[in-house]
Every structure is written in C-alpha cells, then in structure tokens.
C-alpha cells in the first residue's frame, strides 16, 4: 500500500458537517424518526418532496462525477477509455434496449444489480480515507477483513434479488416496469435459505475481526469508520437480513413492503455523502482560479446532472417518434444509462492512490500540472448553456406535473389538458397520466374525451385496468355489445388474480344486459370457482340460472 504521510486532521470541512453529510448521521436521524413515527410522517410528506430531493440532492451526484471527468481536457485524456470509449458501450446499449426488449432487461437488471454495490462501495471507500487520514496502519490482512464486511453485505442483498421469489424491492419510484424490466437471475429458494444465514454470519464474523484489528485506534479516527459501517447495516444487511431471516420489521423505517419508499431516502443520504466528498476534493484540487466557491460549483453540478438526465428524454420521448413513453420503460432506461455510466466513471476515478490519495489522505492540494491549452472559450459557452437549458427543462417538468396532479385532484380538467401537452412537448409523456386522467372523466361522465384518453393510455402503457376502464365507458352509454368484447380481449390476456375476477363480473354483466343469459352464467360461475365464499357472486349465478330458463 502507498505510504502517505495521514492529514493533520481526520476532518474534510470539519467533525459537525463530515459526521451529518459524510458518515450518515443525518439518515441515522431520519430512520429513528421513521422507525418510531413512520406512518405519521409519510402522511404528511407531500407529494413535490421526493421529486425535489431528487432534483436538488440527486441530479448534482451524477454532475460531480461528469465535471470531474470531462471539464478539463487532460482528465478527459487520461481517462479516455471510460470517458469516451465506455460511454459510447453505454450509449449504444441504451439505443439498442429502446427498441429491443431482451437488451432492455439485460441493461436494467445489470443497472439494478450493481446499484448496491455502488452505494456500498463508496461507504468501504469513506471509511478506509478515514481511517488512513487518522493515521491507522491498515496492513493488508486488516483492510482485507474491513472489505469483506462491506463486499459480504452486498452479497446478501445480491442473493435476496435474484432468488426466485423475489423482485428488485430497490426500483426507482414511479418507474413502471413495462417494456423495460428487472429479471432476477433465478437462484433457487433452497440454495437462498442456506446461503443467506452464512453470509449474515460471514458478515458478522467480518465486522468483529475488523473491529478488533482497529481496537487501539484514537476513537475520534474509528467513529466515522463506524458511523460508514452503521450506515451500511441501515441501508443494506439490516433490512435484507431480516426479510431472508422472515423476521417482521421491529419499525416503519425496515417494512420490507415499504422498501422502495424508504430507499428513496437512502439514495438521497447517498447523493449527499458524493456532494460532500466531491466538493471537498474540487476545492482542494488546487487549480489556480478552478474554485469559486461552493455555490458556483453546486450550480455546475446541478446543471451538469441535469444535462444526462434531460438529454436522452428529449431525444427519443414519444414527441420525437420515439418506441416508448416515459413510464413505460424510456425513463427506467435513462436511468438505466446513467447510472451505469456514474457506475464506470466514479470505479475509475476515486482509486485512493496516485493525486487523489494525495488530496483525500494527505490533505494537500494536488501538485501542479503542466499547462494545458487554453479552452475553447465559444465551445465551453456553448455546453454551459446547453446545461443551463437542460436543468430549466428539469425544473419546468417538476412545477408542471405537480400543478397536473393538483389540477387533476381539484377537477381542473382544462389545466390538465394544458398540462398533458406541456408534458409530452418535453418527452415526458405518460400513459399513467393519460389513464389517471381518463378515470377522472369518466367521473365526470365526459364519456367520450374519457374514451380519448383511455386509448392514448393503451397506446403508450398497455395493460389491463386500461382495457377495463375504456370498456365501461361503453357500457355506460348503453353499447353493451361493444362493452362484452373489451372485457372479453382483456381475459384473453394475463391479469392479476384479483382484476381477473373483477373482469369476469363485468363480462358476465354486460352479456346479462344482452340477454345472453349462457355467457353471463358462464362468467359467473368462473368467477365463483376462483372467490367460493363470495355471496353475491353466487346471488348473480342465481338470478342468471333463472333467467335462463324463462
């Protein structure tokens, strides 16, 4: 290992802010109030708050790892492989997925499965910086033991999302898995049952170990490698150890059916901890005039984050004649892309060694580099307006479909309307909005506009409820032919149990008030066969039985 003389000082900006951003005190302080008041608390978090999070917190993350990379030319040369020839692999792998389903599941699966070790890895990368900032000798055996406490607890959410029986519980919020969608790789549940309670015992074992080759550390040097490790166990071993064990959550804050609400909050104690690291090593980069505070390099990040995220979306939304709409899959699949491209860029760029161990360990500005030819003043303007613009279109998608669902809530349908378009002139169009907002017409007995957006919805989001919803607004005006035949082309395809049996009862409705007494029966009594407790299904088959032998 590289001999570093330590910095003067454990601390990057100081104990109060590197112990609240960098080392995840400020989730541990979140996840106590969820666990005692959760249900309380997400009932009054409003509906902008996670969109904002992830405008304010989330967007600038991905910023930090692009300006790093691609702001100065020489960055952009030693890193070629990745900066260039990388994300042309992952550029091409997300054009491909639009338009072909097996790359589409392959690029997800891939993005969803090493998220974890992402996040688990920059919490390994913080705690051995701590360490080797304060100064402790981390001989190969010791740092060996600390990496395998992190790698072991990554082994365990791996293993829990690609058994059989289980799904990726860490999908992004408001994502629909439609044509783009994670496939577990299938490892059986016997191999899951024994697996899963050696790794949690390895992982123990491991977390001992290191704590006892670290037991004659200055405790001011082992909290923050603590606190890393603490963050962890909240964010990963804790949670899937406790599903693999069947075991209830002892708090709201660990529900295993809250898992995608929570790790929401996770990503977000995550972006934090990367605005933290990065702005401390942008600042003490040490290029003459390349820092001017934090809140210019904020506004750098943002707009650069901005710029990946908004980018792809505009180029290949449905507006542009693009194959998918946003939530049906072109969304899962931009994200898909940045953050496999976030995954390649920050594995190579944040090697604690050569100028970087210089910075993050010894706490000294890099040395100075040869100069570099002046930028292209016109070209540089030129990408800073385009990011500016790019984080506008952000920030203008957020207010808009904020002002769409209150609009919806309060039966503004003209500012739905206005809404809708703003939001597909953008490449943001929905079918879950088109069908949210189909349902409220149909409320509204607006039957035919309802019947507009109901098959805008099927366009771009094909599934059941859809299909269900467009056929009642038939039946509604009396045109129960037409009524009995959507129902009919719905049962023909995969329904979950519960709409299936819900769309046998309209089917067998709908052929009653066409006087097909037969048909009608005959729905019913599947519907029966699947609910046998179900009391007024068995009061239809009796008023169908009766009428079939008038």
Same mark, same amino acid.
């Given at each position: 290992?590289?001999?570093?003389?330590?910095?003067?000082?454990?601390?990057?900006?100081?104990?109060?802010?590197?112990?609240?951003?960098?080392?995840?005190?400020?989730?541990?302080?979140?996840?106590? =109030?969820?666990?005692?008041?959760?249900?309380?608390? +997400?009932?009054?978090?409003?509906?902008?708050?996670?969109?904002?999070?992830?405008?304010?917190?989330?967007?600038?993350?991905?910023?930090?790892?692009?300006?790093?990379?691609?702001?100065?030319?020489?960055?952009?040369?030693?890193?070629? *492989?990745?900066?260039?020839?990388?994300?042309?692999?992952?550029?091409?792998?997300?054009?491909?997925? *639009?338009?072909? &389903?097996? %790359?589409?599941?392959?690029?997800?699966?891939?993005?969803?499965?090493?998220?974890?070790?992402?996040?688990?890895?920059?919490?390994?990368?913080?705690?051995?910086?701590?360490?080797?900032?304060?100064?402790?000798?981390?001989?190969?055996?010791?740092?060996?033991?600390?990496?395998?406490?992190?790698?072991?607890?990554?082994?365990?959410?791996? *293993?829990?999302?690609?058994?059989?029986?289980?799904?990726?519980?860490?999908?992004?919020?408001?994502?629909?898995?439609?044509?783009?969608?994670?496939?577990?790789?299938?490892?059986?549940?016997?191999?899951?049952?024994?697996?899963?309670?050696? *790794?949690?015992?390895? @992982?123990?074992?491991? =977390?001992?170990?290191?704590?006892?080759?670290?037991?004659?550390?200055?405790?001011?040097?082992?909290?923050?490698?603590?606190?890393?490790?603490?963050?962890?166990?909240?964010?990963?071993?804790?949670?899937?150890?406790?599903?693999?064990?069947?075991?209830?959550?002892?708090?709201?804050?660990?529900?295993?059916?809250? +898992?995608?609400?929570?790790?929401?909050?996770?990503?977000?104690?995550?972006?934090?901890?990367?605005?933290?690291?990065?702005?401390?090593?942008? +600042?003490?980069? &040490?290029?003459?005039?390349?820092?001017? /505070?934090?809140?210019?390099?904020?506004?750098?990040?943002?707009?650069?984050?901005?710029?990946?995220?908004?980018?792809?979306?505009?180029?290949?939304?449905?507006?542009?004649?693009?194959?998918?709409?946003?939530?049906?899959?072109? &969304?899962?699949?931009?994200?898909?892309?940045? @953050?496999?491209?976030?995954?390649?860029?920050?594995?190579?760029?944040?090697?604690?060694?050569?100028?970087?161990?210089?910075?993050?360990?010894? $706490?000294?500005?890099?040395?100075?580099?040869?100069?570099?030819?002046?930028?292209?003043?016109?070209?540089?303007?030129?990408?800073?307006?385009?990011?500016?613009?790019?984080?506008?279109?952000?920030?203008?998608?957020?207010?808009?479909?904020?002002?769409?669902?209150?609009?919806?809530?309060?039966?503004?349908? %003209?500012?739905?309307?206005?809404?809708?378009?703003?939001?597909?002139?953008?490449?943001?169009?929905?079918?879950?909005?088109?069908?949210?907002?189909?349902?409220?017409?149909?409320?509204?007995?607006?039957?035919?506009? $309802?019947?507009?957006?109901?098959?805008?919805?099927?366009?771009?989001?094909? @599934?059941?409820?859809?299909?269900?919803?467009?056929?009642?607004?038939?039946?509604?005006? /009396?045109?129960?032919?037409?009524?009995?035949?959507?129902?009919?082309?719905?049962?023909?395809?995969?329904?979950?149990?519960?709409?299936?049996?819900?769309?046998?009862?309209?089917?067998?409705?709908?052929?009653?008030?066409?006087?097909?007494?037969?048909?009608? =029966?005959?729905?019913?009594?599947?519907?029966?066969?699947?609910?046998?407790?179900?009391?007024?299904?068995?009061?239809?088959?009796?008023?169908? +039985?009766?009428?079939?032998?008038?």
């Amino acid at each position: 290992m590289e001999a570093l003389r330590p910095s003067p000082s454990p601390w990057l900006f100081g104990p109060f802010p590197d112990l609240l951003f960098g080392c995840g005190v400020l989730y541990a302080l979140l996840f106590g =109030l969820f666990s005692v008041a959760g249900a309380e608390l +997400r009932a009054l978090q409003p509906q902008l708050l996670f969109p904002l999070l992830v405008l304010v917190f989330g967007t600038p993350h991905y910023g930090a790892t692009l300006l790093r990379v691609y702001e100065k030319r020489r960055d952009r040369r030693a890193y070629v *492989l990745f900066s260039l020839w990388a994300t042309l692999a992952v550029a091409a792998l997300f054009a491909l997925s *639009l338009w072909w &389903g097996p %790359a589409a599941t392959f690029f997800v699966t891939l993005y969803l499965s090493w998220s974890p070790w992402h996040y688990t890895g920059q919490n390994y990368g913080l705690a051995v910086m701590f360490l080797r900032r304060g100064g402790v000798a981390l001989e190969p055996g010791l740092k060996r033991w600390i990496y395998a406490s992190f790698v072991l607890s990554y082994a365990l959410v791996f *293993l829990l999302l690609h058994s059989t029986d289980a799904g990726a519980n860490d999908l992004p919020y408001g994502y629909a898995e439609v044509s783009a969608r994670f496939q577990p790789l299938g490892i059986p549940t016997r191999v899951t049952a024994v697996a899963a309670p050696l *790794l949690i015992a390895a @992982n123990l074992l491991a =977390l001992a170990r290191a704590a006892f080759g670290l037991r004659g550390a200055a405790p001011r040097v082992l909290l923050p490698a603590a606190l890393l490790a603490l963050s962890q166990i909240l964010w990963f071993s804790l949670p899937y150890g406790l599903e693999a064990g069947g075991l209830s959550a002892p708090g709201d804050a660990l529900r295993w059916d809250l +898992r995608t609400h929570y790790f929401l909050w996770i990503a977000v104690a995550h972006s934090i901890q990367y605005l933290w690291v990065t702005a401390y090593y942008a +600042r003490q980069s &040490g290029e003459p005039g390349g820092w001017r /505070g934090q809140l210019p390099h904020y506004a750098k990040v943002l707009a650069a984050g901005a710029a990946v995220w908004t980018a792809p979306v505009l180029l290949f939304g449905t507006h542009t004649g693009g194959p998918l709409a946003f939530d049906a899959g072109l &969304g899962l699949l931009v994200a898909a892309a940045v @953050n496999v491209h976030h995954f390649i860029l920050d594995g190579a760029i944040w090697k604690l060694r050569g100028p970087i161990a210089e910075i993050l360990i010894k $706490a000294q500005p890099a040395a100075s580099a040869s100069a570099e030819p002046p930028p292209r003043r016109h070209v540089g303007r030129l990408v800073w307006a385009a990011c500016g613009l790019a984080l506008l279109v952000s920030a203008y998608v957020l207010v808009v479909e904020q002002s769409v669902y209150s609009a919806l809530e309060r039966k503004e349908f %003209a500012r739905v309307r206005t809404g809708i378009s703003r939001l597909a002139a953008v490449g943001r169009e929905s079918g879950s909005l088109q069908l949210a907002f189909g349902s409220a017409l149909l409320d509204a007995r607006n039957l035919a506009e $309802a019947r507009e957006h109901f098959r805008r919805a099927q366009a771009l989001l094909p @599934n059941a409820t859809g299909e269900l919803l467009l056929a009642s607004t038939y039946e509604r005006e /009396g045109d129960f032919r037409r009524a009995a035949e959507l129902y009919e082309a719905a049962l023909e395809k995969r329904l979950p149990s519960s709409q299936r049996t819900h769309a046998l009862v309209l089917a067998g409705q709908a052929w009653r008030q066409l006087g097909d007494e037969a048909r009608a =029966l005959a729905r019913f009594e599947e519907a029966l066969a699947r609910e046998p407790d179900n009391s007024q299904l068995a009061a239809l088959i009796e008023l169908a +039985r009766r009428s079939a032998q008038r």
